[in-house]
């Protein structure tokens, strides 16, 4: 075997590299915050709605108000589910991930899109106002078929939040539940060269179409090291044990418990740690009063005990903080979505990010396409 490069050189996982600028979030671990195109996430989260802050990640800045009424028409507009895309959903089995439906579900949209392979940024724009606007429907779809429940058509007299609660559940959810949801979807929906817009602009660098590099940052997202943890989490609470009827105290100390003989046994706690931040995730503080919000709504102190528990023993005993996912698992759960459909929330804001990325990689485009070191064996020949 040889090792021929300078293995100094290797940075594994990219960490610590910076491959690119972006103009459209700064994540700053020092200071511990994230801006989108210069506003606060926080800022964001408790004045705007999450079609404005979509507009705002595309175009750079807020919508005006006639601007925003026309972006609002065009998605309610754009809402219902493709009838190809439901029929292709019926034909897949229930054992496949939601994932999966989303990640098919984006490639269909892009083989029948007309538009697909015209990459002006006009065209691409409208291919992500589609998405945007086409994924909540296939994401409730999915969750109901699953249950045996029929398709719910959507309501364009509701926002973007309250509508995807509509048709996931077939009624009208609580002013406080929406609020707490569209909190969510405002702190997914974009957070810089994460592994899956990495992904995305990877693809996008070969000159490969917009839908191409969405389903391939779906796959990315899929993972429990990334996206996949919301859903991580919330097994970790079902392992733990959900008894609505016990205190946050007795919760609390079933939890600790739990996470020290988990450190004991030298596991990996999804929810936990981050690539970038290393002392608490910018979001964290943002969507935990969403979830206490939803916890006072639902009367679950108990919830509220595993998280405090789990938090806390993992604090004490590494340092570790929780990430974005670790608030949302639950949250998602007292909402009212099945495990397996937390990641697919994920995908439905995130398609925001992931397409302004895909367009500001086609402004100034370099294909991707680093350097290995090579260890395998030394050059040899057929006998
Ligand atoms: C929205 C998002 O995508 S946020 C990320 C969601 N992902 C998760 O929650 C998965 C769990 N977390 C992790 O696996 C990691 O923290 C990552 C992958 C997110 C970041 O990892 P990295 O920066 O590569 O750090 P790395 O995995 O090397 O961990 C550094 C140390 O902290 C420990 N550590 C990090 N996260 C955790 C965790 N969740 N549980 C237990 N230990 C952890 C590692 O074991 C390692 O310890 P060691 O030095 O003794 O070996
Ligand atoms: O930035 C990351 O590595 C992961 C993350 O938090 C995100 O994508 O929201």
């Known amino acids: 075997m040889t090792q021929q490069s300078n293995t100094d050189e290797i940075k594994k996982g990219l960490a610590g590299v910076v491959v690119d600028f972006t103009a459209i979030s700064k994540v700053n671990p020092d200071t511990n915050s994230l801006l989108y195109h210069g506003y606060p996430v926080q800022e964001l989260a408790a004045r705007c709605t999450m079609e404005e802050v979509a507009w705002l990640i595309w175009n750079g800045e807020l919508p005006s108000h006639d601007q925003l009424l026309a972006f609002e028409r065009q998605e309610r507009a754009g809402r219902a ?110 957070h810089s060269f994460n592994a899956s817009t990495f992904t995305a602009r990877v693809v996008t660098s070969t000159l490969a179409d917009l839908h191409s590099a969405v389903t391939a940052a779906i796959g990315a997202l899929k993972g429990p090291l990334h996206g996949g943890a919301n859903e991580a989490v919330m ?52 969507m935990k009063a969403a979830l206490d919000d939803l916890i006072t709504y639902y009367g679950r102190p108990e919830i509220l005990g595993l998280y405090d528990g789990l938090e806390q023993s993992m604090d004490e005993a590494k340092g570790i903080k929780p990430n974005l996912d670790y608030p949302t698992g639950p949250a998602y759960h007292l909402i009212g979505f099945d495990i397996p459909t937390f990641t697919p929330l994920f995908v439905a ?34 006998d």
């Not at 959900?242 to 004991?264: G, Q, V, Y």
């Not at 100034?364 to 290995?372: A, F, G, T």
């Open 81 to 190: 589910l493709d009838p190809v895309v439901k029929r292709v959903i019926d034909e897949l089995p229930t054992t496949c991930h939601p994932m999966d439906v989303c990640r098919t579900a984006a490639s269909v949209l892009g083989a029948r899109d007309p538009k697909a392979a015209d990459s002006s940024r006009e065209a691409n724009l409208a291919k992500a106002l589609a998405l945007f606007a086409a994924m909540p429907a296939v994401v409730a779809y999915d969750q109901r078929r699953r249950r045996g429940e029929e398709l719910v058509e959507p309501r364009e007299d509701l926002g973007y939040s309250a509508n995807f609660l509509w048709m996931t559940f077939g009624v009208e959810a609580a002013p406080e539940v929406v609020r707490a949801f569209e909190v969510s979807m405002i702190l997914y929906a974009e």
């Open 349 to 382: 804001s995130r398609i925001v990010g992931w397409t302004a990325h895909i367009m500001e990689q086609l402004e100034n485009n370099s294909l991707i396409r680093p350097l290995s070191a090579y260890n395998g064996p030394d050059e040899r020949h057929l």
């Open 235 to 286: 097994e970790t609470f079902e392992e733990i044990g959900i008894n609505p009827d016990e205190s946050h105290e007795d919760a609390k100390a079933r939890a600790k418990a739990w996470m020290d003989n988990a450190l004991a046994a030298k596991k990996k706690v999804m929810g936990f740690g981050h690539r970038v931040y290393k002392h608490g995730d910018s979001r964290v503080p943002t």
